[in-house]
């Protein structure tokens, strides 16, 4: 099973600054995918195939990364954004998620 | 638009039964396979089935295989998780999801959830 590591686990930005969230896999994987959970609601997929935008994501938000390590960024943060986000592999049985980071607004 | 809508949880004791459903909406049901992901009180989420397309085929997790099945009816558009054997740390919110249609390595819609809660 690929475990997926996500760091950090909290996280607390300003209005406007960059954040980054970090998924490292245990083995190598061929794509990461996002998910965003806001408080009492579902996961709703973010990102996709590593770098790919769902539909309404806004653009401020990016995925890159590649073999054991994978990254969403947002490039300047707004308080909407407040939500736990989960990195999810399936290059390797069964499918996987990482434990999650909370980011919380300033 | 895509509607998934599970139903069916509740409070059980351990070691009883438990089935749980989705109806699903707005897309052509039949053409993608499903799953059910759970996540347990402020836990992160955890893959626990999923069935192909024509429910011939299905998946697991050691944490559950053997004690939950998953089936589907593509006439009704309805997926289905049998769990039996339920165990307190099966104590969780349920979620139905859609994979994605292509390769199935993610999951493009997700219900609103199901709570179940395994206590004595």
């Known amino acids: 099973e690929t475990v997926l590591t996500q760091s950090p686990t909290t996280t607390a930005a300003s209005p406007g600054e960059k954040v980054t969230i970090t998924c490292r896999a245990s083995s190598s994987v061929s794509y990461m995918h996002w998910y965003q959970q806001k408080s009492g609601a579902s996961p709703k997929l973010w990102i996709y195939?590593?770098?790919k935008l769902a539909s309404g994501v806004p653009n401020r938000f990016s995925g890159s990364g590649s073999g054991t390590s994978y990254s969403l960024i947002i490039s300047s943060i707004e308080s909407e954004d407040a939500a736990t986000y989960y990195c999810?592999?399936?290059?390797?049985?069964?499918?996987?998620f990482g434990g999650g980071t909370k980011l919380e607004l300033k | 638009e895509v509607q998934l809508v599970e139903s069916g949880g509740g409070l059980v004791q351990p070691g009883r039964s438990l089935k749980l459903s989705c109806a699903a909406s707005g897309f052509t049901f039949s053409n993608y396979y499903m799953a059910w992901v759970r996540q347990a009180p402020k836990k992160g989420l955890e893959w626990v089935a999923t069935?192909?397309?024509?429910?011939?085929?299905?998946y697991y997790p050691d944490s559950v295989k053997g004690r939950f099945t998953i089936s589907r009816d593509n006439a009704k558009s309805s997926l289905y998780l049998q769990m039996n054997s339920l165990k307190s740390e099966d104590t969780a919110t349920y979620y139905c999801?859609?994979?994605?249609?292509?390769?199935?390595?993610?999951?493009?819609?997700w219900g609103q959830g199901v709570m179940v809660t395994v206590s004595s």
């Open positions: 999810q592999q399936k290059s390797s049985d069964p499918w996987t």
């Open positions: 999801a859609r994979h994605e249609q292509l390769r199935g390595y993610y999951f493009d819609y």
């Open positions: 069935i192909s397309t024509s429910g011939s085929r299905t």
């Open positions: 195939d590593t770098s």
